[in-house]
């Protein structure tokens, strides 16, 4: 990260901790662009200590390449180690023209100079998180976002029955609740017989509130002598802190902790990047042999149809057509996550597991991944087909497996695949719920949670059916639409950790496969969510 992404004024300079700094939309503009930032903070970065780059010296006009900007840097740091050199040379002069002292004072005068001057990514980037971080908190300091996951049935029933229908996980155990909120993990784990609980929650107003919850439900581990004289039976106790920062609150002995739970998922299963809390946490207090819960998570997709987009909302609004905004909107649709519930009778494509994370053995490095999938048109009233839709579907199916050559697709259904849609699955696998083991989905075909899905648009849609031609398509481009359907969408999927703290991107390249095999690749996209 090499710039903040607060607007704090109309200069271009601002300072940290002494230092200036370039504004963001400066520094993209000196630079030519953001592709080549990251490489230019890893040869920052490789720099020594008395390696100080100038301003003047990375803010190139029409700087484009990493090539370039390396060069630059590189050239910056020589010409300050020379001048640094040159009036340390001047000390051994005995002719009177320049004293020890002098030199000494031009010497420091250059040291600030060159400080003032410095992009300090380090310090830039560390006030870019501070920043996200305190949003990120802030947010979750509303009690209609804890009512919202409060009242997810599914996610609540899967928590609950997980903690309470597992009593020998956690009767007498330690038990670290990371991210606690309003407290009711921990309000669970006090119940199902845990000897001590630490709840860590790094919102000032949700660690009082959980405090408070804790209190009322005799939960709460008083610290005061009279509090211990009266034998208090309270097992709680609230920690206000990051986990990351939580020993500068309290002291942990490492490996303690018995069993860690944590409702770290977010949209789109890594999205707000809390995993990695739940790793550092494991990490370091975890004992061996010890248990987190959920322990397993799980990525799936499949491909959606146009109910999934806003297409047909457009098409008839109080019987106008406005197909047009429409269309604009699945543009849009294009370059940014849509999170919603989709219907099931809107999947149009079997389902592929995309990727499993045991979180016993996960390192923050792996939630960043790509793999490759592959969607197959499926048979079946989830397509959201009439009685007789279907019928003539499932003659022409027959009809195709029979004759290989049959080439008329003109009655066939085709399904037109729109996009693709994800979700994710947590379990608390019997490798620690040995009693009663359980699964939070956020399946389109379970009932729906606060998660939704995920839903990435094509820019194009793609024609599938199950029982399309044999015949090769004279031309690449035919392959995937109306006169040449395709008979599945192979593809390959990245996630990783955005340079935006606690966002991720998504990368989705896509190509539709036809008869002998022909496959025809549409332009990779980029998601931000």
Same mark, same amino acid.
């Given at each position: 990260?090499?710039?903040?992404?607060?607007?704090?004024g109309?200069?271009?300079?601002?300072s940290?901790?002494?230092?200036?700094?370039?504004?963001?939309?400066?520094? !993209?503009r000196?630079?030519?662009?953001?592709?080549? $930032?990251?490489?230019?903070?890893?040869?920052?970065?490789?720099? #020594?200590?008395?390696?100080?780059?100038? $301003?003047?010296?990375? /803010?190139?006009?029409? *700087?484009?390449?990493?090539e370039?900007?390396g060069? =630059?840097?590189? @050239?910056?740091?020589?010409?300050?180690r020379?001048?640094?050199?040159?009036?340390?040379?001047?000390?051994?002069?005995?002719?009177?023209?320049?004293?020890?002292?002098?030199?000494?004072?031009?010497?420091? *005068?250059?040291?600030?100079?060159d400080?003032?001057?410095?992009?300090?990514?380090?310090?830039?980037?560390?006030?870019?998180?501070?920043?996200?971080?305190e949003?990120?908190?802030g947010?979750?300091?509303?009690? /209609?976002?804890?009512r919202e996951?409060? #009242?997810?049935?599914?996610?609540?029933?899967?928590?609950?029955? @997980?903690?309470?229908?597992?009593?020998s996980?956690?009767?007498?155990?330690?038990?670290?609740?990371?991210?606690?909120?309003?407290?009711i993990?921990?309000l669970?784990a006090?119940?199902?017989?845990?000897?001590?609980?630490?709840?860590?929650? =790094?919102?000032?107003?949700? /660690?009082?509130? =959980?405090?408070?919850?804790?209190?009322?439900n005799?939960? *709460?581990?008083?610290?005061?002598?009279?509090?211990?004289?009266?034998?208090?039976?309270?097992?709680?106790?609230? +920690?206000?802190?990051?986990?990351?920062?939580?020993?500068?609150?309290?002291?942990?002995?490492?490996?303690?902790?018995?069993v860690?739970?944590?409702?770290?998922?977010?949209?789109?299963? %890594?999205?707000?990047?809390?995993?990695?809390? +739940?790793?550092?946490?494991?990490?370091?207090w975890?004992?061996?042999?010890?248990?987190?819960?959920?322990?397993?998570?799980?990525?799936?997709?499949?491909g959606?149809?146009?109910?999934?987009? #806003? %297409?047909?909302?457009?098409?008839?609004?109080?019987?106008?057509?406005?197909?047009?905004?429409?269309?604009?909107?699945?543009e849009d649709?294009?370059?940014?996550?849509?999170?919603?519930?989709?219907?099931?009778?809107?999947?149009?494509?079997?389902?592929?597991?995309?990727?499993?994370?045991?979180?016993?053995?996960?390192?923050?490095?792996?939630?960043?991944?790509?793999?490759?999938?592959?969607?197959?048109p499926?048979?079946?009233?989830?397509?959201?087909?009439?009685?007789?839709?279907?019928?003539?579907?499932?003659?022409?199916?027959?009809?195709?497996?029979?004759?290989?050559?049959?080439?008329? $697709?003109? !009655?066939?259904?085709?399904?037109?695949?729109?996009?693709?849609? $994800?979700?994710?699955e947590?379990?608390?696998?019997?490798?620690?719920c040995?009693?009663?083991?359980?699964?939070?989905?956020?399946?389109?075909y379970? &009932?729906?949670?606060?998660?939704?899905?995920?839903?990435?648009?094509?820019?194009?849609?793609?024609? !599938?059916?199950?029982? @399309?031609?044999?015949?090769?398509?004279?031309?690449m481009q035919?392959?995937?639409?109306?006169?040449? &359907?395709?008979?599945?969408?192979?593809?390959?999927?990245?996630?990783?950790?955005?340079?935006?703290?606690r966002?991720?991107?998504?990368?989705?390249?896509?190509?539709?496969?036809? @008869?002998?095999?022909?496959v025809r690749?549409w332009?990779?996209?980029?998601?931000?969510?």
């Amino acid at each position: 990260m090499l710039y903040s992404f607060e607007e704090e004024g109309e200069d271009a300079m601002e300072s940290i901790n002494g230092v200036d700094v370039v504004d963001k939309e400066e520094l !993209l503009r000196e630079l030519g662009g953001g592709d080549c $930032l990251k490489d230019i903070q890893s040869l920052v970065d490789s720099l #020594s200590d008395d390696d100080d780059v100038e $301003l003047s010296d990375l /803010a190139l006009t029409n *700087l484009s390449t990493t090539e370039s900007a390396g060069k =630059a840097i590189g @050239a910056g740091a020589a010409n300050n180690r020379k001048e640094v050199y040159d009036l340390n040379s001047n000390n051994s002069k005995s002719n009177g023209v320049t004293t020890a002292e002098e030199t000494s004072q031009q010497y420091s *005068l250059v040291k600030t100079k060159d400080k003032r001057s410095k992009v300090t990514f380090a310090n830039v980037a560390e006030k870019e998180i501070k920043s996200i971080n305190e949003s990120y908190f802030g947010a979750y300091s509303r009690f /209609a976002i804890h009512r919202e996951m409060l #009242s997810d049935q599914v996610r609540m029933d899967a928590y609950k029955g @997980a903690i309470l229908n597992n009593p020998s996980l956690f009767k007498r155990a330690v038990v670290m609740d990371v991210g606690c909120g309003t407290g009711i993990l921990s309000l669970f784990a006090a119940q199902a017989g845990a000897a001590k609980v630490i709840a860590v929650e =790094a919102s000032e107003k949700m /660690a009082s509130v =959980a405090c408070q919850v804790a209190k009322a439900n005799n939960m *709460l581990k008083e610290e005061s002598e009279n509090a211990k004289n009266q034998n208090s039976r309270g097992v709680i106790t609230v +920690v206000h802190s990051m986990i990351e920062d939580i020993d500068k609150c309290m002291a942990i002995e490492s490996q303690s902790v018995d069993v860690i739970v944590s409702e770290w998922m977010g949209y789109c299963l %890594l999205y707000e990047s809390m995993l990695s809390s +739940v790793i550092y946490a494991r990490d370091h207090w975890l004992k061996p042999g010890g248990a987190i819960l959920p322990d397993i998570a799980k990525m799936y997709v499949a491909g959606v149809g146009k109910g999934g987009t #806003s %297409l047909s909302f457009w098409e008839n609004v109080y019987g106008f057509n406005m197909s047009c905004i429409g269309k604009e909107v699945v543009e849009d649709a294009a370059q940014q996550p849509i999170v919603d519930v989709v219907d099931s009778r809107d999947i149009v494509t079997e389902t592929f597991v995309l990727h499993t994370f045991d979180i016993m053995t996960i390192k923050s490095e792996d939630m960043d991944f790509t793999t490759t999938f592959e969607l197959k048109p499926k048979l079946g009233r989830e397509n959201a087909m009439s009685d007789s839709q279907e019928e003539v579907l499932k003659e022409e199916f027959i009809q195709t497996a029979i004759c290989n050559d049959f080439e008329d $697709l003109s !009655l066939s259904s085709i399904h037109w695949c729109h996009g693709i849609v $994800l979700w994710f699955e947590t379990g608390f696998t019997s490798r620690f719920c040995k009693e009663m083991p359980t699964v939070l989905s956020t399946s389109p075909y379970n &009932p729906k949670t606060h998660w939704a899905q995920t839903l990435l648009t094509f820019k194009e849609p793609i024609a !599938l059916s199950p029982c @399309a031609s044999t015949k090769v398509s004279s031309s690449m481009q035919e392959i995937g639409t109306a006169s040449s &359907p395709a008979f599945g969408i192979k593809g390959r999927l990245s996630i990783a950790r955005s340079f935006r703290h606690r966002s991720i991107d998504i990368s989705v390249e896509t190509m539709a496969v036809g @008869a002998g095999d022909q496959v025809r690749v549409w332009p990779v996209q980029i998601f931000n969510i």
